[in-house]
């Protein structure tokens, strides 16, 4: 195994440098060209900063973006490869030199076992994994400073069986790990209890909250809640658990230590945090017939639940509070359900936050309900501009298209097209500046591409 990863290595040209602290922007080539990354053809005349091959096999896993680590110095992608996650760092000029920052085998895993969450810290300088134990009985937590060699070093660890594990940093020196523990059978038998032997442990189960600075330490906050996949708002005051198919979703205030019940038994997915209104959320979910699905705004402090959207994955706060959503303006629950083929003009909407005005702009080609509902949404704030995966309808199959929307001069530009093969995702750096597109599967291959939106 360890050659393996030696020869993944080799062919990305990975090196063991470390990178220094301080930004550097990448070389622009001196005149734009037409780039293709595994099945998207860049515009031409778009900046393309670089496009680099990710070594064969591996495969990006949907809705886990490429990473801007050190101030955009380096590019974290997650994915699979041989049957294991790993976790690539690309760096140096235009990204081309790499290293392993985490994995389940070999010299680049601090622990053996499986990768079940990802996170960076909110300056990018650390990277925290949640790994379950080769047996299935403990989760490690493992952090990795980014600026120093090594796999990372475990900060806290927790014994048991675990039908949900989800991590986030909640600022550089803490992190919120929501372990869900495995229920024991009604009628399990107990095996006899050796007054001898050493305890064994209780299992931890709920929110645990991890101090990662100077000596580690850990300790439960008690909520009377199961636990899910929790997206956290933006300075760490509620989160969102987004329910699974053990659990449902549940809305948590960390300065009052509650949770409670959301008004939804299914699953959600949360997709924005307001920065200015703190308990407002932009949220994924069904509709009443739960035959098709919108965007819709719910403030947890008021209680107060807007639909947005119809039909779409692809909606975000902007930097002014406003709400920028995909769709098309007179699309409807039933229309979605009733018609799911039928061609509609793609459009975005820019709602105020009292909804008393809403603009609308069209993209300039057609979707259909049934494939707005998989498009997806990049949110810059420091730009104010959104990148979107489109889909529209095309033989043999679907068209893919990612489109960028700038607030500022209200404008659109296509900047990539393909057939709609593969997995893609996307981020901003951190100022918005650059787009960064992880494109590809594991047959075909995967690139990952840095280009300039026009603007």
């Known amino acids: 195994m360890v050659r393996s990863f030696l020869m993944m290595l080799a062919a990305l040209a990975l090196t063991s440098a470390v ?26 005349g778009i900046k393309v900063l670089t496009v680099v091959s990710l070594p064969p096999g591996f495969a990006p896993i949907p809705e886990r973006p490429p990473i801007w680590l050190q101030n955009g110095q380096e590019l974290a992608v997650v994915g699979t490869q041989g049957g294991h996650t790993v976790v690539y760092g690309l760096f140096g000029g235009a990204w081309r030199s790499g290293r392993i920052l985490a994995a389940e085998v070999g010299p680049g895993a601090a622990e053996a076992g499986t990768i079940v969450d990802v996170a960076a810290s909110p300056e990018g300088l650390a990277i925290a994994t949640a790994v379950v134990a080769p047996d299935g009985k403990r989760v490690d937590v493992v952090v990795r400073d980014v600026i120093a060699t090594g796999p990372g070093n475990v900060v806290a660890s927790f014994d048991g069986q675990y039908d949900s594990v989800s991590l986030s940093w909640l600022n550089s020196a803490s992190i919120a790990l929501a372990l869900r523990k495995h229920p024991e059978p009604p009628n399990a038998e107990r095996a006899p209890v ?15 909250l991890i101090v ?91 209680g107060n639940e807007h639909l947005m959207a119809v039909s779409t994955r692809a909606a975000a706060f902007t930097g002014g509070g406003e709400i920028l959503a995909l769709g098309n303006r007179q699309l409807t629950f039933r229309m979605a359900v009733e018609r799911p083929e039928q061609p509609l003009l793609a459009q975005v909407a820019i709602s105020q936050p009292d909804q008393s005005q809403i603009n609308i702009k069209s993209l300039g080609f057609d979707s259909v309900p049934a494939m707005l509902a998989d498009s997806t949404m990049s ?31 209200d404008s659109a530009f296509l900047v990539a097209a393909g057939p709609a093969r593969g997995i893609v995702t996307m981020s901003w750096s951190p100022k918005g500046r650059w787009l960064a597109i ?18």
């Not at 992880?438 to 603007?455: H, I, K």
Request: overall charge negative.
């Open 19 to 44: 990178s220094c602290s301080t930004a550097v922007e990448a070389p622009k080539p001196s005149v734009p060209f037409l780039a293709r990354s595994s099945s998207l053809a860049i515009t031409n």
């Open 194 to 208: 050796d007054p001898d032997a050493p305890p064994v442990p209780t299992p931890a189960d709920g929110l645990q």
């Open 438 to 455: 992880l494109d590809g599967d594991a047959t075909d291959g995967t690139t990952l591409t840095v280009l300039t939106p026009p603007r």
């Open 212 to 302: 990662v600075s100077g000596a580690s330490s850990a300790a439960p906050l008690k909520l009377n809640c199961p636990m899910s996949p929790l997206s956290w708002s933006a300075h760490g005051v509620y989160a969102v658990g987004q329910g699974d198919s053990g659990a449902p979703p549940i809305l948590i205030d960390r300065r009052k230590s509650t949770c409670v019940k959301f008004h939804l038994n299914d699953p959600i997915h949360v997709l924005d945090w307001d920065d200015d209104d703190e308990g407002s959320f932009l949220y994924v979910g069904p509709d009443p017939t739960h035959r098709a699905i919108g965007v819709f705004k719910y403030n947890i402090v008021s």
């Open 379 to 409: 949110y810059s704030k420091g730009a104010d501009e959104a990148a979107m995966q489109i889909f529209s309808p095309s033989a043999p199959i679907p068209w893919r298209k990612i489109v960028t929307y700038a607030l500022a001069t």
